[in-house]
Every structure is written in structure tokens, then in C-alpha cells.
């Protein structure tokens, strides 16, 4: 059934582009770009950050506050901004703000992702994608270990961050590469076969993906060194029954990600459970595999992923915050 319904929205996506290309709009995207920022986050309030031009991104090394640790750097997503929406980056941050262990820088491209999904966003990201790989060169050549360096983004931002992956490998000939992604529900809309490039293992040594609206919002394929499929992907407990695609519960689930990768941030001292998947062909063999073999071979997702692990893992949640169940999540 699930093939089925895939089939029917790469079909749908397929028309849509066909639509498109009827409609060609032309989009001063450089006015975006202008307007795209990065700001460092240090805390201990929200506000206790510093905004930082693209141009500028190797001052950010000279900010008193910024540690010589790890460093992330952090995308929203689809009509998002640093401050409102559904509410990513200041969970995000929060959430970031209890480790002592971790710079966070965001980038705010909000102008950009705030428009016309199809016609205007997905045309600013990719003039926006080589210009971010510039900013993390700078970083690199500023004294920033690329080994200390994490990327992660949510839904169109996770895309915008493969394609500057993508170009940090081009424009540097193969000196720089990302060394670890995090992609939470990458976007579907119009990613993947016949489309733009989706999200793939090429883009940095270790792709971590966890999906959660597959599908819909969310890209139903496996592409990354591991994915993670909570509840099957699909159908997060807490954001009610699904219908129609598109409704209420789908946007929910999109968002679930980032409360997932927050929860999994903010567990600093490993108090609360954490995020176990367990590896499974399907979610229906994970469900049925009532024997417990599983058990013996769980990884975690989140920010402690083992780059060694491969292949797809399921897993339960909860239906609110905790949504870590541990070795409940079996």
C-alpha cells in the first residue's frame, strides 16, 4: 500500500513540475542573499547572540564567547525565521543552550524561505547554497576543524545545506567536505528522481536522517549512511489522526523532527532515556519481530549517532515531550 501511495505523489510531483514550467518566474534572488545572515548563539538568554554577515562569517571565531569545541550550524526551514513560526529555532537554541560543549551558529535566511514555495524559495536556495559554502570555507580556513564541525537542518533547510555540502566539495576541489550531517524530514516537494538532488550520502562523510512525515512534506526514501524512522515515519503520536495529505497532523509530524533532534541535544548528561532505533527492512517486521533479537543491536539518533551506523532503524515514541522511551521504544 505504502508503494502504492508513494507512486501516487511522485506523480503528482511530476505534474506539478510540468505545471511549473509553464509558469517560469524570474527571481532577483541576490536581494535574499543579501539578506541572509548567520547569528551565534552563546546564552544563557535567547537573546545573547551576535548576527554575522555571510562575509563575515570567519569574525565569528573572534567573538570572546566562541570556544574552541564543537561547532554547529543549524537551518530552519520553509517560512521559518529565527523568532517565529513554529516556534524551531528558539526550541532549537533552548534546547543547544544547556551543553557547555557546543558553539551553535543558525543561519537566518528567512526572506528567502519565506516566499512562494515552488516558483520563489527553491530558486533563492540553490543562489543561496554556493554563497553558504563560501561563508563555511572562511571557516575552515579560519582555524575551525571540520572533524568539530556539525551541520543539521530541518525540511528545506536540510536540502539547502546538501546543496552547500555539494559546493564546499566543489569549489574547494575535494579539500573541504562536511564531516557530519543531520537532516531532519528533509523536504520532499520536488526533491529526488527527475527533480532537484535530494539529500544523499555524497554530501558529507556521515548523513544521519530522520524522518517523520514521510511523504508529504518529508522524503519517503532512504538516502543517507543511516536513516531513522520514528513510528514508521509517518503518523506521529500527539498530532492527531491523519486524513487527507496536507492537513493539520502532516505539519505536525514535519515539525516533530526538530522537537526530536532538540530533546535529543538537550539531554546533556544522558538523565533522561534516549532515542534507541533497531534495525528492520520495514516498520511492519519491526512491529511483528516479537522474538527481542532486536534488542541487542540499538543505535541513537540524535546528536550522539555513531558514524559507524548504516542501514534503517525504527523505533516508538511518545505522544509529548519526553518522546524518549529508551529501550521502550522497542
Request: hydrophobic share 40%; charged share 20%.
Amino acid at each position: 500500500m505504502f508503494n502504492r501511495i508513494l507512486k501516487n505523489r511522485l506523480l503528482v510531483q511530476l505534474l506539478l513540475s510540468l505545471l511549473l514550467s509553464f509558469f517560469e518566474v524570474k527571481v532577483d534572488a541576490s536581494v535574499s542573499i543579501n539578506d541572509t545572515s548567520l547569528i551565534f548563539y552563546y546564552g544563557p538568554q535567547f537573546s545573547d547572540s551576535t548576527r554575522y554577515e555571510l562575509s563575515e562569517a570567519s569574525e565569528i571565531l573572534k567573538n570572546p564567547h566562541f570556544k574552541k569545541q564543537e561547532t554547529h550550524l543549524y537551518f530552519h526551514g520553509w517560512k521559518e525565521s529565527q523568532t517565529s513560526g513554529s516556534n524551531n529555532i528558539p526550541t532549537t537554541v533552548a534546547a543547544y543552550l544547556k551543553r557547555k560543549d557546543v558553539n551553535l551558529i543558525t543561519v537566518d535566511y528567512a526572506k528567502a524561505a519565506g516566499e512562494r514555495y515552488f516558483e520563489v524559495a527553491l530558486v533563492n536556495i540553490e543562489e543561496l547554497a554556493p554563497v553558504l559554502a563560501d561563508a563555511v570555507i572562511d571557516l575552515f580556513e579560519a582555524g575551525v576543524d571540520r572533524k568539530e564541525f556539525r551541520v543539521v537542518g530541518h525540511s528545506v533547510g536540510a536540502q539547502l545545506a546538501a546543496m552547500m555540502g555539494r559546493n564546499i566539495i566543489k569549489k574547494s576541489n575535494g579539500k573541504h567536505k562536511i564531516y557530519r550531517m543531520a537532516a531532519l524530514d528533509p523536504a520532499f516537494p520536488l526533491f529526488g528522481p527527475f527533480f532537484k538532488p535530494n539529500i544523499n550520502q555524497n554530501d558529507a562523510d556521515f548523513v544521519q536522517i530522520i524522518h517523520t512525515e514521510a511523504g508529504t512534506f518529508g522524503q519517503p526514501v532512504s538516502s543517507g549512511h543511516v536513516d531513522f524512522w520514528p513510528n514508521g515515519g509517518r503518523g506521529q503520536p500527539g498530532c492527531g489522526f491523519l486524513t487527507l495529505p496536507l492537513f493539520p497532523a502532516d505539519i505536525c509530524g514535519h515539525r516533530r523532527s526538530w522537537d526530536l533532534w532538540a530533546e535529543s541535544v538537550a539531554n546533556v548528561n544522558n538523565t533522561s532515556p534516549k532515542f534507541l532505533g533497531f534495525p528492520s527492512l520495514t516498520y511492519q517486521e519491526f512491529v511483528w519481530a516479537g522474538d527481542g533479537n532486536l534488542k541487542n543491536k540499538p543505535v541513537e539518533m540524535g546528536i550522539n549517532c555513531p558514524m559507524s551506523a548504516r542501514g534503517d532503524y525504527y523505533l516508538k515514541t511518545n505522544s509529548e515531550s519526553p518522546f524518549a522511551k529508551g529501550m521502550e521504544g522497542y
